[in-house]
């Protein structure tokens, strides 16, 4: 893996485990819902990131990849503002939405830019 994406995904994975353990640990709501904040900031931290790569690169694939990351955040954001509003306690269910969230981007459209930049790509020269 690109060391790019090798050392985001960690970061975001490591901090969805601190999430998990923190959820069963009893955070109150207001915690999680902090926490919940960081976590999209990472996110958005990491997709610009990308993004800027996939325009340096021309990557073919750059308009769908753009359009996925912007349809994850408003994801992220709209059960950010459901935890917000007691809406939806944290639980079981949050996180193995969020895990599915960032696993299933993860493996298809960061897997596919993956590919691309190991195959076409000088790790130096990209980044
Ligand atoms: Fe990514
Ligand atoms: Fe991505």
Request: with cysteine.
């Amino acid at each position: 893996m690109h060391h790019l994406m090798a050392k985001d995904h960690r970061k975001l994975s490591d901090f969805l485990s601190k999430l998990n353990t923190k959820a069963f640990n009893g955070q109150s709501q207001g915690d999680m819902f902090k926490c919940i904040n960081d976590f999209i900031r990472l996110v958005e931290e990491h997709f610009e990131k990308e993004e800027k790569v996939m325009n340096n690169i021309d990557y073919p694939q750059m308009l769908e990849h753009i359009k996925e990351h912007a349809r994850l955040l408003d994801q992220l954001k709209t059960m950010k503002n459901q935890l917000n509003k007691g809406q939806t306690p944290f639980g079981d269910e949050c996180m193995s939405w969020l895990k599915d969230w960032f696993y299933q981007h993860m493996t298809h459209a960061d897997k596919k830019l993956d590919d691309f930049l190991l195959e076409h790509m000088d790790n130096e020269k990209v980044l």
